[in-house]
C-alpha cells in the first residue's frame, strides 16, 4: 500500500482527519501490520509523529444510554466505537430488533472476551487496563483494574477462576492476573512471565492473542522490528507457557509472520483443536502470508492450507465451518475489505457476501454455528450484519443499528 492510498483510505475512516482522539489508540494497535505495509518513509515519519504527539487517556466519560434487555437465551455483546468514544451494544440474537445502544462507557480501542458468565473487556493502549462486566446485573462494571500504564493490553486468558493471563504489547512480560481480586484490585496483579528471550533485536516480542488449552498457555509473539518500521523480523512464534508453573516451555515458529487478527482470540477449531493462525506478512503484499493450523499438542506448524494469493488479499479474521467451507476478512492493497465464503481443500474463494472502502473488522460464529456475524463499519450505514451459514443468504434486519460504529462482537450465554 502506498502512502496516498493509505491517507485516502484512513481520511475516508475519520481517523487521521479526526487528530489525537483517534490516531494514536488505533495506530498503535494496528501498528503492527500498518506501518509494516507503508513504502514511503514520508507517510511512515508521519503517522509515527501523530501518534508520539498525542496523549494517552483512560477510559472515556459518557452517559449511559439504553438499559439491556433482560439475560434470557443468548445475546450478541457488540464493542462499539468511533476511535473517540467507546460503548458498547448488546440484543437477544432471536430479538435482534431490540437493540440497547450506548449501554456504557468503554475505552475508545477495546475487544472483549467472555468467561465464566463474565464480559471482560480489554481497553487497550491509553485505557490500558481490564474491566469485568457482569451480565447478570445489567452489565455493570464489577471491576475494572490496570495492567500498567502505556502497557497496551491486547487478549486475557483464562487458566482457573483466579488465574488468567494478559498479554501486553508494549511490554517484554506477560501479566498474571487475579479475576477474582475484587473492586480495589490490590490483589489484581499476581506476577509477570518474562518472554524477552523470544523477543527480535528490538527487545519486544509484541505479544498478541492467547489461549489456555490442556494445561499450557499459547501466545502469539508478532516478533515486529521497530527499528524498521515494524516491519516483520525473520519469524513469527507462538510461545508455549505451563499454567501450572508459569515456565516458560517451548515455542512454535510459524510459517509465516504477523499472526494478525483485529478483534478475535487465540480460538482452537472444535473439530480439530488446532489453532487456526492467520499470518498477513507485510500489510499490502499479496506473496508473504496465509492461514495455517498449528497443533498445541506436537507444538508444530502445519504449514498455510490456503495463501494471500489463493484469496486475494490480506487475511484479517478468519472462520472454518468445516474441510470445505470457511470465511475471511480480506484486505487488498488498496485498503478495500471484503468478507468472503471460501473453499480450504479447493483454496479458492466461492462467494463475496460483502465488500467495502471501509475497515470491515471481525466476523463471528453464533453459538449455534448457523449465523456469521459481521461488524461493518461502513460510514453511511453502519451496523452488525448476519448471514446464514447455510447459503449465505443476509438476514434481516440489516444492518442492525448499534450506536457507534461495531467493532468487536462476542456472545453471552443466558442463564
Request: charged share 25%.
Amino acid at each position: 500500500m502506498d502512502s496516498r492510498s493509505l491517507r485516502k483510505a484512513e481520511l475516508r475512516r475519520g481517523s487521521i482527519a479526526r487528530g489525537c482522539g483517534v490516531a494514536p489508540r488505533r495506530l498503535r494497535a494496528r501498528a503492527r501490520v500498518r506501518l509494516s505495509g507503508l513504502r514511503a518513509p514520508s507517510a511512515r515519519i508521519s503517522l509515527l509523529v501523530a501518534l508520539a504527539a498525542c496523549s494517552s487517556g483512560g477510559v472515556e466519560d459518557r452517559t449511559p444510554g439504553d438499559t439491556p434487555p433482560p439475560l434470557a437465551g443468548t445475546s450478541a455483546f457488540v464493542v462499539t466505537t468511533d476511535f473517540q468514544t467507546g460503548s458498547f451494544a448488546v440484543f437477544p440474537v432471536l430479538q435482534p430488533g431490540a437493540v440497547a445502544k450506548n449501554v456504557e462507557r468503554l475505552h475508545s480501542d477495546a475487544v472483549a472476551r467472555v468467561h465464566g458468565g463474565l464480559v471482560y473487556v480489554v481497553n487497550r493502549l491509553g485505557g490500558d487496563n481490564v474491566q469485568a462486566l457482569d451480565p447478570a446485573a445489567g452489565y455493570a462494571t464489577r471491576w475494572q483494574c490496570s495492567v500498567d500504564n502505556g502497557s497496551n493490553p491486547h487478549d486475557i486468558a483464562f487458566a482457573a477462576p483466579d488465574k488468567a493471563y494478559v498479554t501486553r504489547y508494549e511490554r517484554a512480560t506477560l501479566l498474571i492476573v487475579d479475576p477474582t481480586a475484587g473492586t480495589d484490585c490490590a490483589r489484581f496483579v499476581r506476577g509477570t512471565i518474562d518472554l524477552a528471550a523470544l523477543a527480535d533485536g528490538d527487545g519486544l516480542p509484541e505479544m498478541d492473542q492467547a489461549v489456555v488449552i490442556d494445561g499450557k498457555l499459547y501466545v502469539t509473539l508478532q516478533r515486529l522490528d521497530r527499528r524498521n518500521f515494524f516491519r516483520p523480523s525473520d519469524r513469527s512464534t507462538i510461545a508455549v507457557i505451563d499454567v501450572a508453573t508459569d515456565a516458560l516451555v517451548g515455542a512454535i515458529d510459524l510459517t509465516g509472520t504477523n499472526p494478525f487478527t483485529e478483534t478475535a482470540g487465540l480460538v482452537p477449531d472444535p473439530a480439530t483443536g488446532k489453532l487456526v493462525v492467520n499470518e498477513v506478512g507485510e500489510l499490502g503484499r499479496l506473496d508473504d502470508g496465509g492461514v495455517e493450523r498449528v497443533d498445541p499438542a506436537a507444538m508444530r506448524a502445519e504449514g498455510f492450507f490456503v495463501t494471500e494469493q489463493d484469496l486475494g488479499g490480506n487475511v484479517t479474521d478468519v472462520v472454518t465451518i468445516d474441510d470445505q467451507h470457511a470465511y475471511a476478512i480480506l484486505l487488498d492493497e488498496a485498503a478495500r475489505s471484503r468478507v468472503v465464503r471460501f473453499d480450504p481443500a479447493a483454496r479458492r474463494v466461492t462467494n463475496t457476501l460483502a465488500a467495502g472502502d471501509e475497515f470491515l473488522v471481525d466476523v463471528a460464529l453464533a453459538p449455534d454455528r448457523a449465523t456469521l456475524y459481521l461488524t461493518d463499519r461502513t460510514l453511511k450505514r453502519p451496523g452488525v450484519r448476519r448471514f446464514a451459514i447455510a447459503d449465505d443468504a443476509e438476514l434481516a434486519p440489516s444492518p442492525i443499528d448499534t450506536g457507534l460504529p461495531p467493532f468487536d462482537v462476542v456472545f453471552v450465554a443466558g442463564p
